[in-house]
C-alpha cells in the first residue's frame, strides 16, 4: 500500500517519517505509462517488508515544489530516504529484480534491528546496551539522560550531564541538560524568579546559567520566553 503525498505534507509524511523507518519516494504523473508499470511492483516488494520500508508517491504535476526539490527531468524517479536524507535512487522503469535489490539494500542489518528493539524498550538496562556499542548515539543517549534526570541529585545527573557532551549539541540537548542542572522539581511559575535572576545575569555565572535553563525547560512555545531573552539580551549586552 502507498501513500499519496503532496507539497504540504511531504515534510511530515517523508522527511519527519525517513527518521523512523526508510522511505521510498515514488514521482510519477498521470500520463506515464512507464510509471504505472513500476507502480505496482514497488508496491509488491514494499509491501512484503512489513511495513519496515514505507512507500509514497508523489504526482510531479500537481506537486512541483517536492518535483523540483528532486531536480526530476524524467520520471518514474525514485529516491529512497532514511533520516532525512536521499540515500539511494534511480530513473526510469525497472525489472522487478532490480526492485528487490533496491528495496533490499533499505532493510535493516540484524544489528540495526537489534538497536531499534532495544531502543523501542527504552529501559536503562536496554539503553545502556545500545550505548556500549555505540556510545555516540544521539537517540539512545537522549533517552538515558532523560531517565537519569528523573532519578534525582547526585551521580544520575553528573553522569546524564557527561552522556549529553558525547552528541551535538541540539534543542533537546540543552532542554534535558537545563532538567539535569535545575533538578527534576521545576516549577509550572517562575517569573518571579526570572525576575530576580535579572539584576544577577551579568555579572554572576551561576545566576546566568539558572536563568537560561529556566528558559530551557519552559521552551519556545511558552509565551514567556521570547519576552525573557529579549531582557537578558539587554542586560549582557
Known amino acids: 500500500m502507498s501513500i499519496d503525498v503532496t507539497d504540504a505534507t511531504f515534510p511530515t509524511d517523508v522527511v519527519e517519517r525517513s527518521k523512523q523507518v526508510p522511505v521510498v519516494v515514488d514521482l510519477w504523473a498521470e500520463w506515464c505509462g512507464p510509471c504505472k508499470t ?15 520500508v514505507v512507500l509514497v508517491k508523489v504526482d510531479v504535476d500537481t506537486n512541483r515544489q517536492t518535483a523540483d526539490a528532486f531536480q526530476v527531468q524524467s520520471i518514474p524517479a525514485v529516491y529512497a530516504m532514511k533520516d532525512g536524507k536521499v540515500v539511494n535512487g534511480f530513473v526510469g522503469a525497472q525489472s522487478e529484480a532490480k526492485v528487490r535489490e533496491f528495496v533490499a ?3 535493516p542489518t540484524e ?11 527504552g529501559d536503562e538496562a536496554s539503553l545502556r546496551q545500545v550505548l556500549d556499542a555505540e556510545p555516540g548515539h544521539e537517540q ?17 545527573k553528573a553522569e546524564a550531564l557527561a552522556l549529553l557532551g558525547r552528541i551535538p549539541e541540539s534543542a533537546d540537548t540543552r532542554r534535558v541538560a537545563a532538567l539535569a542542572r535545575l533538578g527534576v522539581d521545576t516549577r509550572d511559575d517562575v517569573t518571579d524568579e526570572l525576575d ?5 545575569v551579568k555579572d554572576d555565572d551561576d545566576a546566568r546559567q539558572r536563568y537560561v535553563d529556566l528558559l530551557e525547560v519552559m521552551g519556545a512555545d511558552d509565551p514567556r520566553t521570547v519576552g525573557y531573552r529579549k531582557q537578558l539580551t539587554a542586560r549582557l549586552f
Open 111 to 121: 544489528e540495526e534491528a537489534t538497536v531499534a528493539s532495544l531502543l523501542a524498550a
Open 105 to 107: 539494500s533499505l532493510l
Open 196 to 200: 530576580g535572576l535579572l539584576d544577577r
Open 38 to 52: 513500476l507502480g505496482p511492483i514497488l508496491e509488491q516488494v514494499i509491501d512484503e517488508t512489513g511495513g519496515k
Open 140 to 156: 539512545a543517549v537522549l533517552a538515558l539522560a532523560e531517565l537519569l534526570v528523573a532519578k534525582g541529585e547526585g551521580e544520575p
